[in-house]
């Protein structure tokens, strides 16, 4: 019998109930685009698409153990970190972490699109010390940015400042969103480290079907790592399905608030000629 192996992919997250956005948009992502998802929960959130009632945070050991199972036996080929509630996960995930060699995609959820605080304030200063070292690429927000960097962002030009700011932590890129500026286009900025800056432009998707845009992103990039593309065009192909799975999923009804993404709307890849 023929045996083959598809690249699998491990999320580090927190579990949304109502499917959205965390663990469960990561794993819906690493599927679509073709990747084994695993995963270690860090925190169990009552939450739906009007918002988040409740978080409980899963123990930093268990968190920490499930990283082990899975790396030691899966071996994923790359890593997306998502909601990391608390300092002891924080230093739980880092310790495991620097244990293997292996591209990790660091989301650093903040604020949830309802507007929730999903972090404790004595996380952030940790999040930047432990782990965006450990990271590949960062993708905040302009809100998490905002905080990360320490500014008001309202512009590009803004943006690209806070981006530099924040890869001064010791992450070997930013990929900064600019989905809430408002206005006809939106940009991001993506800045590596000894690379050239780069501002991606993209026409605005009127939807309100948005939840869980950050979680499918980062998890994007992570599986386009797995399937063994370069950072740079990791993100631009991350970029392009999360763009996609906007669209197609603009006029569909799941629940009364902030609806999801598709995820499984059949993606194309950016071609080569696209890239540039």
């Given at each position: 019998?023929?045996?083959?192996?598809?690249?699998?992919?491990?999320?580090?997250?927190?579990s949304?109930?109502?499917?959205?956005?965390?663990?469960?948009?990561?794993?819906?992502?690493f599927?679509?685009?073709?990747c084994?998802g695993?995963?270690?929960?860090?925190?169990?959130?009552?939450?739906?698409?009007?918002?988040v009632?409740?978080?409980?945070?899963?123990?930093?050991?268990?968190?920490?153990?499930?990283?082990k199972a899975?790396m030691?036996?899966?071996?994923?080929?790359?890593?997306?970190?998502?909601?990391?509630?608390?300092?002891?996960?924080?230093?739980?995930i880092?310790?495991q972490?620097?244990?293997y060699?292996?591209?990790?995609?660091?989301?650093?959820?903040m604020?949830?699109?309802?507007?929730?605080?999903?972090i404790?304030?004595?996380?952030?200063?940790?999040?930047?010390?432990?782990?965006?070292?450990?990271?590949?690429?960062?993708?905040?927000?302009?809100?998490?940015?905002?905080?990360?960097?320490?500014?008001?962002?309202?512009?590009?030009?803004?943006?690209?400042?806070?981006?530099?700011?924040?890869?001064?932590?010791?992450c070997?890129?930013?990929l900064?969103?600019?989905?809430?500026?408002?206005?006809?286009?939106?940009?991001?900025?993506?800045?590596?480290?000894?690379?050239?800056?780069?501002?991606?432009?993209?026409?605005?998707?009127q939807s309100?079907?948005?939840?869980?845009?950050?979680?499918?992103?980062?998890?994007?990039?992570a599986?386009?790592?797995?399937?063994?593309?370069?950072q740079?065009?990791?993100?631009q192909?991350?970029?392009?399905?999360?763009?996609?799975?906007?669209?197609?999923?603009?006029?569909?009804?799941?629940?009364?608030?902030?609806?999801?993404?598709?995820?499984?709307?059949?993606?194309?890849?950016?071609?080569?000629?696209?890239?540039?």
């Amino acid at each position: 019998m023929k045996q083959y192996t598809y690249p699998a992919v491990l999320t580090i997250a927190g579990s949304d109930s109502g499917g959205g956005a965390g663990i469960q948009a990561d794993l819906k992502t690493f599927s679509a685009l073709g990747c084994f998802g695993t995963s270690a929960i860090t925190a169990i959130t009552v939450q739906n698409t009007l918002g988040v009632t409740g978080i409980h945070s899963v123990p930093a050991h268990i968190v920490q153990e499930q990283i082990k199972a899975v790396m030691e036996d899966i071996k994923p080929a790359a890593v997306k970190i998502g909601m990391v509630h608390s300092p002891e996960l924080v230093l739980a995930i880092a310790h495991q972490l620097k244990q293997y060699q292996v591209p990790v995609v660091v989301d650093p959820v903040m604020v949830a699109t309802s507007g929730d605080k999903l972090i404790q304030d004595e996380t952030i200063g940790l999040l930047q010390q432990q782990l965006f070292p450990l990271a590949e690429v960062v993708t905040p927000n302009l809100d998490e940015a905002s905080i990360l960097a320490g500014n008001l962002i309202r512009n590009v030009e803004e943006m690209k400042t806070a981006a530099q700011k924040i890869l001064e932590t010791g992450c070997k890129a930013v990929l900064l969103k600019g989905g809430h500026l408002q206005g006809p286009r939106l940009f991001d900025v993506y800045l590596p480290q000894n690379g050239k800056l780069k501002v991606f432009e993209s026409a605005a998707i009127q939807s309100y079907n948005t939840h869980g845009t950050g979680c499918t992103l980062s998890s994007a990039i992570a599986a386009y790592r797995a399937l063994g593309l370069p950072q740079g065009e990791a993100v631009q192909q991350g970029r392009h399905y999360v763009y996609q799975a906007i669209d197609q999923g603009k006029d569909v009804k799941t629940g009364e608030g902030h609806g999801p993404l598709n995820h499984f709307f059949n993606p194309q890849p950016l071609q080569k000629h696209e890239l540039e």
